[in-house]
């Protein structure tokens, strides 16, 4: 459970987890997202999935992260984010880009 809490209590991870909240993301295209360097979103993306709350998929040169689903602490943040203001765009990003996987497949092919 703390390790939860010390995910959930940065602004960065909270917004990751709205970003996946619907749809999964490579790193590369969370890291795109921040105005941060790679390393330090791969560390925030650790510690979420070391949390439980993210898990992840390597997919030929990609890594691919989403939120796993149906836990208390995922439930509680997108119910948070969903009023909050800053969450609740990035959570509809998040739902419009899961409603357009096969456009987004095939960008990268």
Known sequence: MQLIFEALASPVRRKILAYVAHT???AGEIAARFDM??????QHLQLLEHAGLVTSEKR???VYYRQVPDTLATTLTGFVQDI???GAPIRRESKDLSLAPKVRQASED
């Not at 360097?37 to 791969?42: E, F, L, T």
């Open 37 to 42: 360097s790679k390393p330090s979103i791969s």
């Open 24 to 26: 999964e993301l490579n």
């Open 84 to 86: 909050c203001p800053i």
């Open 60 to 62: 030929g040169k990609y």
